[in-house]
């Protein structure tokens, strides 16, 4: 049986969404200084990163953390990148109505349980709050991106449904989401799972922007990229030095490493617009703050400073 | 345009080769005491391994770490498992015979450099000495496996050409090599390449068992893997604890360890035959007489010792 083609089906071109500013460094005890925070923002622009997740205005008292979101805000905006900000609720949403921000992330666990534990509703409740507060965004031009997160695994309820996925993204399709981020928590999902999922997902949805987010917890985060590229995902969320995790998720450390996903693509001849050297500069800036090593093949591989 | 399929194409089930013993301590410069390496051996048939590189017929003078394999032979061989020593060269392959092992390796670079920078030969030189020792050991019905190195790139003239491959592994086929292991030498391969290479390979020799050695040097082993289970390939090399790596390839660290492997093929459904529990056992015998820590993943997430 001979085969018709010996090229995998790959894009030419992929779009990197950096969330470290505010998935990788939102569970770091240590106060990160605003000015830090600063830095790092634009070292990561200055790398050719375009899209990127801020800062979370979330409660300062729940994540102090991020307690100067509002000056990460007024001073990180510019006019060529996607800046996006979290925004968990309508107190959240009002803090984003103050700044000049014009897009805005918003999250829901395909889990009852998780959501439950992470924000103390269930995924029904989190919904009836948050799609008229999308319905609001977009009424006023807003660019709503929805994080759906244990959408492979739930660490308290194991295997989450394809079909529940489904489900839960076709509502935030319906009031008009730009992206849905579509996110492996807790590092759980294998590669043949991350292809089923997101070729379901290209299917169901073909006119939102569709990301995937994956943690390199047990090492298959660059595997299930692959499989994600094949299914015909373009677009991937990580996070400059693999910084983050999920603090109410046990056992889910790292986001994919914006490094290793990149030196992956580029490998494979995908464009990321994104330059290897000026992304450890990057890393390099943020790196004296953060609690643990950066433990990132590329980063350890490459940084004159290891 | 609806997909056709949402199943990535994949095997049901996969024959892993543990070179640990071999591949995996050769570089060790402390010498493992041998009753470890009984021990550790032991310890992987244990967890279901069928089939291994035992150790080395190389001159002590050169690697003193494999000085004790007449001993190793005598006392390990088994009649439920392929046992499988490695003789460079004619030397190597008398004192093979001297034993009762039925399966040997032999191996040759592809690139001219790598060939005379390891064993001081042209490849051209390296294959008229192996060929007819070949074509001996068939006659004299040995199992002969081809380990063919710097299949993908050479760490001193780049990128290999897949012809170069295609046409090397020819000449083994043509005296009757029962495998082809090739490999990834320096872990430089992309998984597009990875998928390519092997296509090309399983359609140019479909009676061969055709064997995928990978390194993780750059954390793309198991994507590499990935893209090789969809070109048809359900052979690895593997080595415990991710062992090993090559000392006349400056930056080859770390074969593919076998139990990340393992993880990954299970997770996708796909059996092994491999106990990853006892696995971990083998990797805790050998563990305190490595010169590193054990960096593989899984080893890392479940080891009760660390």
Known sequence: MRRVHTMLQLPKKVEIIEVGPRDGLQNEKNFVPTDVKKEFISALKDAGLKELELTSFV???????????????????????RNIVLAPNKKGIERVYMTDCKAVAVFVGVSNSFNQ??????????L????????????????????????FYCPYEGKVEEDDVLALCGEFVKVGVDELSVADTIGMAAPHESYSLFSKLKDAFPDVLMTAHFHDTRKLALANILAALQAGVTRFDTSAGGLGGCPFAPGAAGNAA?????YLLHRMGIGTGVDLGELLKAVEVIRPHISR??????????????
């Open 59 to 81: 409660s300062p008292k729940w994540v102090p953390q991020m307690g100067d979101a509002a000056e990460i805000v007024a001073d990180c905006l510019d006019s060529t990148s």
């Open 117 to 126: 534990k992470n924000i103390n509703k269930t995924t029904a409740e989190s």
């Open 128 to 151: 009836s709050e948050v799609l008229p507060l999308i319905s609001e965004l977009k009424a006023k031009d807003y660019f709503v991106r929805a994080c759906i997160s244990t959408a």
């Open 258 to 262: 914006t490094e290793d996903v990149v």
């Open 293 to 306: 090593p950066i433990e990132s093949t590329y980063f350890r591989l490459n940084s004159v400073s290891v």
